[in-house]
């Protein structure tokens, strides 16, 4: 799997009304939708040709795209998974949980929401350079983030991976980190396989506070 990202806010947000369908600027689309909620953009007064298709806008992606929160090299300076313990508020960081020699983590650029990472404080690329205490950790971590978000957001099933080296997809290659997926039926839907995004539900803060709350209890 692919370290990649989709959109945390939800679908709803940018969806437009038909463009071939003149809308007030002070109204929405849908006549029974609650009034004085404003078109992001309305087809009126714009040129562009009818094609009966609805527009989803997640300009919020172009950073991903964009590259900006790519390191700029592996060194432990410009590594996220290093930065993110450091930062001494675990709610901004994202951070669910910590241990001893690993913690959990929200995925900024999530595949499904509630997806997680487990991480060792320590710079490391490669699963082979774990000490025997970041191994053991690292699994418990990731059996307990399960039963986190089993009780938290019902998932039918989960995807649990590493993906090792910039050839097999890992996004930040230089520190190792272990991706805890939920999957719920339906969730590969046309977003996703042909519009390349996802649309997720819950803002990150709301989900790093749920998790966080139910960690001590999993």
């Not at 609650?34 to 806008?57: C, S, V």
Request: with cysteine; proline share 10%.
């Amino acid at each position: 799997m692919a370290d990649t990202d989709a959109a945390p806010s939800p679908a709803a947000s940018g969806t437009t009304a038909d463009p071939g369908t003149a809308v007030d600027p002070g109204t929405t689309a849908d006549p029974g939708a609650p009034a004085g909620i404003p078109e992001p953009e309305a087809a009126a007064g714009f040129p562009g040709e009818p094609d009966g298709l609805q527009r989803l806008w997640t300009p919020h992606r172009m950073v991903y795209i964009g590259g900006e929160d790519k390191p700029a090299d592996a060194s432990t300076g410009q590594c996220p998974f290093c930065a993110a313990p450091a930062q001494g508020d675990d709610a901004a960081a994202l951070i669910v949980a910590r241990g001893t020699s690993v913690y959990a983590i929200l995925n900024l650029y999530p595949y499904n929401p509630g997806h997680l990472l487990v991480c060792p404080y320590r710079h490391v690329a490669d699963y082979t350079e774990l000490t025997e205490e970041e191994t053991v950790e690292l699994a418990h971590f990731t059996q307990r983030a399960m039963r986190v978000i089993r009780s938290v957001s019902h998932p039918h099933g989960f995807n649990l991976g590493m993906n090792q080296g910039g050839v097999a997809g890992a996004g930040i290659a230089a520190h190792l980190h272990q991706h805890v997926v939920p999957r719920w039926g339906g969730d590969a839907n046309f977003l996703p396989i042909i519009a390349q995004t996802k649309a997720l539900p819950q803002v990150h803060a709301d989900v790093q506070r749920l998790f966080s709350e139910a960690w001590d209890a999993a």
